[in-house]
């Protein structure tokens, strides 16, 4: 709730800080006849539009979990972003447009010595926005903010622009902005695809490389007992939402009593102090059986023949079944995998005639 009603609180000093230049802009813009100082104070109510948009984001994004959506509605913030992305992106085609249609009609604008002061201090309130917007979608971890913020410093860009274009056309009497309006408007649109590809992308899934993860994997390491931790999944669900799975090795003398206990804590050790709810998984190791110990040597002198394997884990030798288990992960950038993966089995069932080899293709979810 306090990351909520920070949020909303920053987003309503974007909300007030863009009205107010909106309207100076548009009173100056008007008086001299300027496209791109009106074009400024229209982008200006784009960045309210914004802020607005972020609020109603962050509102829906922490509804309370209901029997459809079980997740909750975190993700709702990554949507945001893309909305403000969106938002951005007609700004930029706006700028662009309305240089063009100016060029074209020729037009030249009258300014004055009071219209260079407003639109300096413009600046620097948009800079301070955008800064500040920066700092808080940080420190809050919302992306929506960042965004935001991003889109306040490009907004601060196109008004020094407009400013540039203004000095020379007031002491040169040479109208440079339109040229400049097109220059920067290219600029905020490919900004804009940036921002609107990295919340897709997170719509999507990406795969984890979070200090999260190294932290998970290093803690559960530390349990009495856990021999090795592997396969971890993260599934983010908003801010500091997560459910998550990860397989821990255990010895296969282990009773269910004993590796339920372990299981119990690295569950809520998981809950409390990271807010993810994990589910754990067992593989058992026989490594300590003589028999076991050779195949698995030879299996990793097999597996390291090839460099598009980057792990292997979970290996069993079940004597009783003639069974052997393993797990391998082959880098996503393999184009061959199938091969690969039908090679390696091959010459682990040649090296153990008699034995049922089951080796399961696993993906590389997160950093080990």
Known sequence: MNREKEIVKTSVVGI???????????????LAGAVSIILDAVNNLTDALSSVITIIGTKLANKKPNKKHPYGFGRIEYLTSSIIGVVIFSAGFLAVYEAIKSLIAGEVATYDIYSFIIISIAILAKIGLGIFFKYKGKSLNSDALSASGLDALLDSVLSCGTLIGAIVAYFAGISLEGYIGIAIGLFIIKSSIDVFRESISKIIGERSETELNKQLIQEISEFDGVL??????????GNDKNIASVHIEVNDAMTAKEIQAIERKIAGMCYEKYNTIMTVGIYAQNEDNGEAARIKKEIDEIVSEYKQVIQTHGF???????????????DFDTKDEDQVYAEIKSKIQ???PGFNVNIVLDRDFAVS
Not at 16 to 30: D, E, T
Not at 230 to 237: F, G, K, Q, V
Not at 318 to 323: G, P
Request: with cysteine; net charge neutral; proline share 0%.
């Open 350 to 352: 040649q090296k153990n």
């Open 228 to 237: 090795g931790v592997y396969d971890l999944i993260i599934n983010n669900y």
């Open 16 to 30: 007030c800080g863009n009205v107010l230049l909106v309207v100076a802009k548009a009173i100056i813009g008007l």
């Open 316 to 330: 069993y030798c079940d004597f009783a079944q003639k069974i052997i288990s393993i797990d391998i992960i082959i």
